[in-house]
């Protein structure tokens, strides 16, 4: 955390040892030592919130850009399906006949010519073979 070294801590041992005296540096030690494992508590905790926002971000971005292509399918989609009526709209105008193009019905059944009748197709009907 601090780069510090194993000869620098027993220095500051010792200063300690000398500047606070035997009876209460195992009282200091130990508060000390509480004071930075609630501090590493803390550190921990704020880079887990910092991760946390991050992550949260990225979600939002991805939300958003999830979004943004889905309108454009949507857009593209239903531009697509105007085309397609609209195309579909102007071959059924097209293949509508107009009233100039259709034939005129005769008056009476009598007057129109009927086509000629084929005459009918006998087909033989298969006749069993004789065995000997």
Do not use: W
Request: avoid cysteine.
């Amino acid at each position: 955390m601090f780069d510090i070294g194993f000869s620098e801590m027993i220095v500051i041992a010792i200063v300690a040892l000398v500047v606070i005296g035997p009876e209460r540096l195992p009282r200091v030690a130990r508060t000390a030592g509480l004071l930075l494992g609630r501090l590493q508590r803390y550190v921990s905790d704020v880079k887990s919130d910092i991760n946390r926002e991050i992550q949260l971000d990225e979600l939002k971005k991805l939300q958003s850009e999830i979004r943004d292509s889905a309108r454009s399918v949507e857009q593209s989609l239903t531009s697509g399906v105007q085309e397609v009526r609209q195309t579909a709209q102007s071959v059924t105008e097209s293949l509508t006949p107009t009233p100039a193009a259709v034939p005129a019905q005769p008056a009476s059944p009598g007057d129109a010519q009927a086509p000629a009748a084929a005459p009918p197709v006998v087909v033989p009907a298969e006749q069993p073979k004789s065995t000997p």
